[in-house]
Nanobody, 115 residues
Framework: QVHLVESGGGVVQAGGSLRLSCAAF????????MNWYRQAPGKQRELVAS???????NYADSVKERFTISRDNAKNTVYMQMNSLKPEDTGVYYC?????????WGKGTLVTVSS
């Protein structure tokens, strides 16, 4: 079984920064993707950033050049540095880890960006 623990959410002013962390516990296949999704109030959940175990990286257009996803495979942890935050970045951010045998979600961490 895989368990994900997210941290780093909070309340910041527009233009500020936050760093999200997600630690994975349990057995994960070597070929995997670690992803960050978010769900804004009244909106559909969307993929924000993803990073594969091989290093391939993707970002939503809305966060390119502002957010950076990284992995520490030795710690089974994925991070997302979020800079120049905007009010429209507000939402619950969910860590997701996926391999050939499982698809696991964290409980989410709330990010609120005030104007």
């Amino acid at each position: 079984q895989v368990h994900l623990v997210e941290s780093g959410g909070g309340v910041v002013q527009a233009g500020g920064s936050l760093r999200l962390s997600c630690a994975a516990f349990g057995s994960i296949r070597s070929n995997n993707d670690m992803n960050w999704y978010r769900q804004a109030p009244g909106k559909q959940r969307e993929l924000v950033a993803s990073k594969s175990s091989r290093g391939n990286t993707n970002y939503a257009d809305s966060v390119k050049e502002r957010f950076t996803i990284s992995r520490d495979n030795a710690k089974n942890t994925v991070y997302m540095q979020m800079n120049s935050l905007k009010p429209e970045d507000t939402g619950v951010y969910y860590c997701n880890v996926r391999d050939s045998c499982m698809n696991t979600w964290g409980k989410g961490t709330l990010v609120t960006v005030s104007s």
